[in-house]
């Protein structure tokens, strides 16, 4: 299969219409990362995206809405997308509130599931995850067309792409179509948010950390890593967001001493001119994340700059952590740490 970037224009737009509607599979800009989308009530489609990811069936996938399809719990259990019987009242004011504030954008809610919604979209799961992305070509998309079941559109275990050119890399000869809505803007994958107790948890930090969405929702919102025993998101599984090279990870920028030569290094910020002249004798190649160490830039540089770090021909890689552990600092961290564990 030849695979073809169009840009998103008007005619890019319908042809990926053309294409969905005849269930095949596009890749679609997002305002987090590219995501692989299909019809998400068209089994032949989803099996596709699985196919074409090689990612593990037990890994669900997260439906995509319109936004007007995605104004608030009532509308989605009208849909016949959620149960709304099985949210308490409580939560469900809650969950309204953050629908209200965030979406469209970079938030996931896993909910208690309508039978309606395809096992393979949730793996078999009692819950579904929801999101109305931002971007105006997935806004235009959605508005024309049905729910889109969309993963992020890398082979599993890999890098999310923040561009179509990340796209053509992990999946040249597997799609059809990608529509090229430029880089993302935000860069790291959605915030998800599941119900737990009387309470939220968030199964995956993103740009929407867990201070705004207790301030938000007015309940409490607890980090998945309390309860490590349990793998509710794969996106939680130890090691995801891997590049290819071994991957060492400092804070402390003194740790360079030990750099050995023809390695790959993600910075935060610049470095000193010593600093500098010392990676330049080590043939080091640099990945400069932001000029003044701003996390939203990082966020939105992080995976192209690891990708061409990947690609490149280099001994090893090292990255600098952000170290506030709070807010996108806590996004970026999670990302990476998974990036530079063991392989599994
Ligand atoms: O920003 C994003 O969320 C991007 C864009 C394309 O929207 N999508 C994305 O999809 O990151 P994916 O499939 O790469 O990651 C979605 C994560 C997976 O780790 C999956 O396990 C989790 O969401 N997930 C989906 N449905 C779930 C459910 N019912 N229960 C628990 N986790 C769920
Ligand atoms: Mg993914």
């Known amino acids: 299969m030849s695979t073809q970037i169009v840009c998103s ?15 095949q599979l596009v890749a679609i800009p997002t305002e987090t990362v590219y995501g692989l989308a299909g019809n998400a009530f068209e089994p032949e489609a989803l099996a596709q995206i699985f196919a074409a990811k090689e990612r593990p069936h037990f ?8 936004a007007v399809a ?9 849909q016949q997308l959620i149960d709304l019987s099985q949210i308490p009242l409580p939560q469900q004011h809650a969950l309204n509130r953050l629908i209200a504030y965030f979406w469209p954008g970079p938030m996931t809610l896993v909910l208690p599931r309508h039978q309606r919604v395809p096992d393979l979209v949730t793996s078999g799961l009692d819950t579904v995850g929801l999101r109305v992305p931002a971007h105006p070509v997935a806004q235009a998309l959605l508005a024309a067309s049905f729910p889109l079941a969309a993963p992020s559109a890398n082979r599993f275990g890999r890098i999310s792409p923040t ?4 796209v053509y890399a992990e999946l040249a000869g597997r799609i059809p179509l990608i529509l090229d809505g430029g880089p ?3 860069g790291l994958e959605s915030s998800i948010i599941g119900l737990q107790d009387q309470g939220l948890v968030l199964l995956r930090p993103g740009k929407i950390c867990a201070d705004q969405i207790e301030r938000v929702s007015g309940l409490k919102c607890v980090p998945a890593t309390a309860h490590p025993a349990e793998v509710r998101a794969p996106g939680m599984l130890k090691s995801h967001y891997a590049p290819r090279q071994d991957l060492r990870l400092f804070t402390d920028r003194s ?7 023809r390695q790959g290094l993600l910075l935060l910020s610049p470095l000193d001119s010593a600093l500098l002249s010392f990676c330049q004798q080590k043939e080091t190649q640099l990945e400069i994340l932001s000029q003044n160490g701003d996390l939203i830039e990082v966020s939105q540089h ?15 890689l090292w990255a600098e952590l952000p170290m506030a552990e709070a807010g996108l600092a806590h996004a970026i961290c999670d990302r990476l740490t998974k990036a530079a564990a063991p392989k599994n």
């Open 9 to 23: 224009d008007p005619a890019g737009i319908e042809a990926a219409l053309s294409c969905l509607r005849a269930g």
């Open 59 to 66: 890994d669900p996938l997260i439906v995509h809405l319109s």
């Open 70 to 78: 995605g104004q608030s719990l009532g509308d989605l259990a009208q």
């Open 163 to 166: 561009s179509a050119q990340a």
């Open 184 to 186: 993302c803007a935000v």
């Open 255 to 261: 740790e360079l001493q030990a750099l050995a030569p």
């Open 302 to 316: 992080l995976f192209a700059a690891l990708r061409r770090l990947d690609q490149a021909d280099l001994a090893g």
